[in-house]
């Protein structure tokens, strides 16, 4: 696929003053957008929500490869600065295909969520859990066992969490019942560091906290991804240069029900403007 | 959208020997298939499951009728002699524009249902779980009302019973929390048959039955459907005319895992050959 003529030409027309690319399959990467928010309250962020799309996390490896790239093509005729994949499914599949076609710093939530839970972990005993396409693309296994060989790490895919969350149970008889199910074989395991691997899975928190008790540690990805594109930003001299409220663009790649309900309580803050966009 | 330069030079093509064209978002269709199965054995049949763009449920009207005209289109260039959307949230916005749009006969799976519920039911108070997409379609309200405008009904989105079905967690205690949250507050209105708006839905009928009682009769599109396509296709003179145990064939627009095995539950047979299949 052929997004410019040159990475040189796109690069060069970036500032300090170009947006950053946020994109997920749905509303779950708006944990990461909230953060982002947080950190960096002058940088103007884009969030591309590819709801018509959604979920990736059941879908092939060659499709969710397919519809990041249209996301990233999107995002990029936005002139950004930078890319966040705040989807753990993409990030596992399409992280490295995105980092050398794009000519702009390319950020996935997963190696900042590893690097956290090995600074954190006392007895080197990590837990990932994910959806399907996370945990079977071996990327959280690979990136862990890349950092730390030695310490032992166990994943379970999750993929209740992701529609219970959507539906706004968070702290309920149903998703503790599930939560169970899915995390007492691996509370057993007597590890103390769980990655939450989905950007779905922090709204979670509470019911994942419950189950696990409170020797658990949990990581989300939105703080050390936040942290680490504040760092790439200030090396690459990329920061905005002011202090200011910087707004904030949504677009979707399809009208969803509750959307906006949902989302404000994934971002934390009103959604001003949806834009409803066609990608291919 | 032109599919056919007519009418009525694709209708003259079709005859008793073309095969039966059937589609869904996912797997849930391949409960009206294997009713298809035991009540016309002789009929091959084609089923596109568009896996890529799984769930319906929870898109938008016009991309719901963006997505049902492909498949239908794809399946009409096999030469069907009959269509059936074995998806309620399909059947919900997309039935009249395809039974408008196609030369060959279009069959629902909600009609079938509402007629059969209210032909059981002694106390016309009628119950409808289904998607949000199909309950916000007002389609089982509307087809209710026209056939019994005295009757009462009561309607009840249950989102996570396609993943619960989809997990595999069928007779489980979590399903079990879940039924009694959505349900019970239907099971207290005193409703005496409930249909099972969503094609996924039959595989929880053990759990739904459990909360529901012994004096709710659970009414699943599978049967009445496959009964009205008998129906009419002996009164076309497009039945089949041997006896033969005929070929399924089964079209996919992407690869998802555990298709098989849970495929497999839902159809209630082996799948010999799965194709994969590109549409818009």
């Known amino acids: 696929m052929k997004i410019c003529s040159s990475k040189r030409s796109i690069a060069l027309r970036q500032s300090s003053h170009s947006p950053i690319g946020v994109f997920d399959s749905g509303l779950g990467g708006l944990t990461v957008v909230r953060e982002l928010r947080r950190r960096l309250p002058a940088e103007e962020i884009l969030y591309l929500g590819d709801l018509a799309h959604l979920p990736y996390g059941t879908k092939s490896t060659a499709e969710i490869r397919r519809l990041s790239t249209n996301c990233a093509r999107f995002l990029l005729k936005k002139n950004i600065k930078a890319l966040v994949i705040a989807c753990n499914s993409a990030s596992s599949v399409a992280f490295k295909l995105l980092s050398k076609m794009l000519p702009v710093p390319v950020l996935d939530v997963i190696s900042p969520a590893v690097e956290e839970a090995l600074a954190i972990t006392r007895n080197s005993r990590v837990g990932v859990i ?53 995390l007492i074989p691996m509370k057993k395991k007597e590890i103390d560091t769980l990655i939450l691997g989905c950007t779905h899975y922090p709204l979670l928190e509470k019911v994942i906290a419950k189950v696990m008790g409170p020797k658990v ?64």
Not at 144 to 170: D, I, M, N
Not at 219 to 245: F, G, I, M, N, W
Request: proline residues 7%.
């Open 130 to 182: 994910a959806t399907y396409a996370t945990i079977e693309s071996g990327s959280y296994a690979r990136s862990l066992e890349k950092r730390s060989p030695k310490a032992e790490y166990f994943l379970k895919p999750c993929p209740l969490f992701v529609p219970l969350a959507e539906e706004g149970w968070l702290d309920d008889a149903v998703t503790l019942e599930a939560a169970r199910k899915y």
């Open 217 to 280: 540690r949990l990581v989300d990805s939105a703080v050390p991804t936040a942290l680490r594109l504040k760092t790439l930003l200030q090396k690459e001299r990329l920061l905005y240069p002011r202090v200011r409220h910087a707004p904030l663009r949504i677009f979707v790649t399809d009208h969803v029900r509750n959307f906006a309900r949902i989302g404000e309580s994934f971002l934390g803050e009103r959604m001003k403007t949806v834009q409803l966009v066609k990608i291919p």
